[in-house]
């Protein structure tokens, strides 16, 4: 199926039909692809071998954003599942701010964090936190009550059954929920980097654009594609290796 959209989208951009700077051809996209990459073109163009430089910045401002998104989504969500004076406290606040559109946040983030990486950070952030905070509270919230029974009835204690049983217990939905924040993640920093910030994959995306670049502009787009993919899978493996005692009673098995 891929080899098909591509022959078509090849036929269809050199049948004139639409000039060939507005839809570039894949042969096309790939060869500006490999001058941003390599540049194979030996001239001095904006983006030509600066692909590297552009994924790291990307990618770093995706995973601190993820990290600090992940680490507070868990401890809160656990938190929250666990007691329900904590929730009842802090719930309404995050559910309030849940629905406000992480975008939106962009001119306060540029009026505190400025024009660099913390604006994209703080956003990334935004996007990532309350997937991660939703999937956390769910996993503790649907922990077996007998499992904490019994491991009340050996002697365990709130903060042995929550180690030892609730975190363990919720790690599924953590992991769902993980694989939802990373996608959130790359669609942010892109937002943020068009707007906020002068380097990285999506900047690149849109001054390609000013630029009339769009074959630029499509390979952007396809390296943002696989970098989310990219993560996804890595946080699959390592969901895969760490939920491996559930391979035995669920389809995860099929995932070898």
Not at 86 to 108: G, N
Not at 219 to 242: C, E, H, N, Q
Request: hydrophobic residues 50%; aromatic residues 12%; contains cysteine.
């Amino acid at each position: 199926m891929p080899v098909l959209l591509l022959a078509g989208w090849e036929a269809f951009s050199r049948s004139g039909i639409l000039p060939a700077a507005l839809l570039p051809a894949p042969s096309q996209v790939v060869l500006a692809w490999a001058d941003w990459i390599f540049s194979t073109d030996g001239n001095t163009q904006t983006y030509s071998g600066h692909w590297l430089f552009d994924i790291a910045a990307s990618s770093g401002r995706v995973f601190a954003g993820f990290a600090i998104a992940t680490v507070l989504g868990v401890a809160i969500g656990m938190a929250i599942g666990w007691s329900r004076s904590i929730e009842s406290l802090v719930e309404p606040t995050l559910q309030t701010l849940r629905p406000v559109p992480p975008v939106s946040w962009i001119p306060l983030a540029i009026i505190w964090f400025g024009i660099a990486n913390k604006p994209a950070i703080f956003l990334v952030f935004m996007g990532s936190f309350f997937p991660v905070l939703l999937s956390t509270i769910h996993g503790v919230k649907t922990c077996d009550r007998n499992l904490l029974r019994a491991g009340a009835m050996t002697g365990g204690s709130s903060s042995m059954l929550l180690r030892h049983i609730v975190f363990p217990a919720a790690l599924p939905s953590i992991f769902s929920g993980l694989r939802i924040a990373i996608g959130s993640a790359w669609m942010l920093t892109v937002t943020a980097e068009m707007v906020a910030v002068k380097s990285g994959v999506g900047y690149v995306l849109w001054d390609s654009y000013y630029f009339l670049r769009y074959d630029i502009v499509i390979a952007s787009m396809v390296s943002i594609g696989l970098l989310g993919f990219v993560s996804d899978y890595v946080i699959k493996r390592i969901g895969g290796r760490v939920l491996r005692w559930q391979r035995g009673s669920t389809l995860q098995a099929r995932e070898g």
